[in-house]
């Protein structure tokens, strides 16, 4: 029975998760056209519901109705299976991320997020990161197509260079917080002793390296456009396309969920246990703060899209190994010595 | 070896990158709250002044009759092939007046060279820039479609006074 119940508890944790991403995913793309749109001075897509709500839906049913072309020269299997690949590595990884604080409902503990207690949680994050690269790499090796294969090897020339700074920023976090579980993480960083502050840094590296982990401007050098067609993704269509687009997506809300537990406190809210609130009120409004603070990254992320041009390839090899690899080795050792200091 | 200085070179400011990135995103951030330049088409209608080139008409007199006095000029004149004119004959003072006068929508490429060789000033370009059609046929514009009264092309008969 308490098995059951356990099994009962999870799987509702995913549904909703799942539902959250999906719904979060879809409108992400729609408000990426509206930004874009608004930073042109454009008004964006307005036309199907009020002011072009519907549009997702609209994308989804044109992408599924479209005809599914392999190319003749691919390898079918690899072709069908990167995508989902893709999907595969985008949608497990938040399972390990906490979005609320533990609350008790019927005298039952219940941990907001999927797998809690994980003790190499932020080890599971980075590996499947990790795993995401061969979904873009097989793709464009599979396509049979020289602009796929640019796009994938770039991709993972790309990626591999920057999970270095990112692995070397997240151990400056982890000195601090003296686990891998990202619950602890979170915890540890209470009050204003956001690592954002603590390790200004590390935060930069962090963030550029995800902007490079998730293929978004200004290092979309993988697809870059005018140079590779369409790059890894240049031989897919219909739904092998739109899930290379979801995971493009659900990768960015992965690396904003990253940001906030491991740099901004996560769910925590300074101060708010001051204000006396009853155990339900705190959970929700931590909760909110959660999810408010992943929204303004997901922001931040398509704002940088459109205000910074692309890096050409061999500046981003510069940066990614000379400036920012000593950068977050130098985090790291400022994060030993601040936490010699503080602890 | 000595570094040679370049004028392109970039100061210390330049390089650490980051203050640019925060000029360029308060940049579109600003943007985004301006007014914004899209005009929603099929709700508010482009207003086009008297230099616009839609297309081609035929002008039509005040009594109804065309002005036109089909000497061919613009059909012999348009690159594209678009005109085709069949003369005949009238009881009027200027004698002759187009039986059938022809423009196919698509394959005129609104150049304007008709208008402007016009000894009558007899075919302008109206402002009128919705033209669609679902078959070959329809593309076809007659007599009909062509005849336009002149009080409705008064601003384009003024500029191409002055401009001409
Ligand atoms: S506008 Fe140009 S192409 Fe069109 S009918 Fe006149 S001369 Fe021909
Ligand atoms: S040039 Fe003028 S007058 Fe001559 S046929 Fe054409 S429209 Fe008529």
């Given at each position: 029975?308490?098995?059951?119940?356990?099994?009962?508890?999870?799987?509702?944790?995913?549904?909703?998760?799942?539902?959250?991403?999906?719904?979060?995913?879809?409108?992400?793309?729609?408000?990426?056209?509206?930004?874009?749109?608004?930073?042109?001075?454009?008004?964006?897509?307005?036309?199907?519901?009020?002011?072009?709500?519907l549009q997702p839906f609209a994308d989804v049913f044109?992408?599924?109705?479209?005809?599914?072309?392999?190319?003749?020269?691919?390898?079918?299997?690899?072709?069908?299976?990167?995508?989902?690949?893709?999907?595969?590595?985008?949608?497990?990884?938040?399972?390990?991320?906490?979005?609320?604080?533990?609350?008790?409902?019927?005298?039952?503990?219940?941990?907001?997020?999927?797998?809690?207690?994980?003790?190499?949680?932020?080890?599971?994050?980075?590996?499947?990161?990790?795993?995401?690269?061969?979904?873009?790499?097989?793709?464009?090796?599979?396509?049979?197509?020289?602009?796929?294969?640019?796009?994938?090897?770039?991709?993972?020339?790309?990626?591999?260079?920057?999970?270095?700074?990112?692995?070397?920023?997240?151990?400056?976090?982890?000195?601090?917080?003296?686990?891998?579980?990202?619950?602890?993480?979170?915890?540890?960083?209470?009050?204003?002793?956001?690592?954002?502050?603590?390790?200004?840094?590390?935060?930069?590296?962090?963030?550029?390296?995800?902007?490079?982990?998730?293929?978004?401007?200004?290092?979309?050098?993988?697809?870059?456009?005018?140079?590779?067609?369409?790059?890894?993704?240049?031989?897919?269509?219909?739904?092998?396309?739109?899930?290379?687009?979801?995971?493009?997506?659900?990768?960015?809300?992965?690396?904003?969920?990253?940001?906030?537990?491991?740099?901004?406190?996560?769910?925590?809210?300074?101060?708010?246990?001051?204000?006396?609130?009853?155990?339900?009120?705190?959970?929700?409004?931590?909760?909110?703060?959660?999810?408010?603070?992943?929204?303004?990254?997901?922001?931040?992320?398509?704002?940088?899209?459109?205000?910074?041009?692309?890096?050409?390839?061999?500046?981003?090899?510069?940066?990614?190994?000379?400036?920012?690899?000593?950068?977050?080795?130098?985090?790291?050792?400022?994060?030993?010595?601040?936490?010699?200091?503080?602890? | 070896?000595?570094?040679?200085?370049?004028?392109?070179?970039?100061?210390?400011?330049?390089?650490?990158?980051?203050?640019?990135?925060?000029?360029?995103?308060?940049?579109?951030?600003?943007?985004?709250?301006?007014?914004?330049?899209?005009?929603?088409?099929?709700?508010?209608?482009?207003?086009?002044?008297?230099?616009?080139?839609?297309?081609?008409?035929?002008?039509?007199?005040?009594?109804?009759?065309?002005?036109?006095?089909?000497?061919?000029?613009?059909?012999?004149?348009?690159?594209?092939?678009?005109?085709?004119?069949?003369?005949?004959?009238?009881?009027?003072?200027?004698?002759?007046?187009?039986?059938?006068?022809?423009?196919?929508?698509?394959?005129?490429?609104?150049?304007?060279?008709?208008?402007?060789?016009?000894?009558?000033?007899?075919?302008?370009?109206?402002?009128?820039?919705?033209?669609?059609?679902?078959?070959?046929?329809?593309?076809?514009?007659?007599?009909?479609?062509?005849?336009?009264?002149?009080?409705?092309?008064?601003?384009?008969?003024?500029?191409?006074r002055n401009n001409k």
């Open positions: 029975m308490e098995s059951l119940i356990i099994a009962g508890i999870a799987l509702v944790k995913v549904l909703i998760l799942a539902n959250i991403i999906l719904l979060t995913v879809s409108y992400l793309v729609y408000f990426e056209r509206k930004i874009s749109a608004w930073a042109q001075s454009r008004v964006g897509p307005n036309r199907v519901g009020y002011a072009g709500l044109k992408l599924l109705l479209k005809e599914d072309i392999v190319p003749t020269q691919a390898n079918k299997t690899i072709h069908t299976l990167a995508p989902f690949l893709a999907l595969f590595v985008a949608f497990t990884t938040y399972a390990v991320i906490p979005w609320g604080p533990d609350v008790t409902i019927f005298g039952r503990v219940i941990e907001l997020s999927v797998v809690p207690n994980i003790n190499a949680g932020i080890l599971y994050v980075l590996a499947l990161t990790s795993i995401g690269v061969y979904a873009i790499t097989l793709s464009g090796w599979s396509s049979g197509s020289k602009y796929s294969l640019l796009g994938g090897v770039r991709a993972s020339a790309q990626m591999i260079s920057y999970e270095i700074s990112m692995g070397f920023s997240v151990a400056g976090v982890l000195i601090f917080s003296q686990s891998l579980l990202p619950s602890e993480i979170v915890k540890s960083q209470s009050g204003l002793m956001w690592n954002a502050f603590l390790q200004p840094i590390g935060f930069i590296t962090f963030v550029t390296a995800a902007f490079a982990e998730t293929n978004r401007l200004p290092f979309d050098l993988p697809e870059a456009e005018p140079e590779l067609v369409g790059g890894f993704h240049t031989e897919y269509s219909s739904m092998k396309f739109a899930a290379f687009f979801l995971a493009e997506y659900a990768n960015m809300m992965i690396a904003s969920a990253l940001i906030v537990t491991l740099y901004l406190g996560g769910w925590q809210v300074p101060y708010l246990e001051k204000l006396g609130l009853s155990a339900g009120w705190e959970a929700i409004i931590q909760v909110a703060a959660f999810f408010t603070k992943l929204v303004f990254l997901m922001f931040f992320f398509i704002w940088v899209r459109w205000s910074i041009p692309r890096f050409r390839y061999d500046q981003l090899m510069d940066i990614g190994w000379k400036v920012m690899f000593p950068l977050a080795l130098l985090n790291v050792l400022w994060a030993a010595v601040l936490a010699m200091l503080i602890k | 070896m000595a570094v040679k200085k370049r004028m392109k070179d970039f100061t210390l400011m330049e390089k650490i990158y980051l203050p640019s990135i925060v000029a360029g995103l308060s940049i579109t951030l600003q943007n985004m709250f301006k007014p914004k330049y899209t005009m929603e088409y099929p709700e508010v209608k482009f207003m086009p002044s008297g230099h616009y080139r839609g297309r081609p008409v035929l002008v039509q007199e005040e009594d109804g009759g065309e002005r036109c006095v089909a000497c061919g000029l613009c059909s012999r004149v348009c690159p594209a092939l678009a005109i085709d004119i069949q003369a005949a004959e009238t009881e009027r003072e200027k004698e002759r007046y187009p039986e059938r006068f022809e423009i196919n929508m698509l394959r005129c490429i609104f150049c304007g060279l008709c208008e402007e060789v016009c000894p009558e000033e007899a075919i302008v370009m109206s402002k009128e820039y919705e033209i669609a059609f679902t078959n070959r046929q329809d593309a076809i514009y007659g007599k009909d479609k062509l005849l336009t009264p002149i009080a409705d092309l008064q601003e384009r008969i003024e500029f191409l």
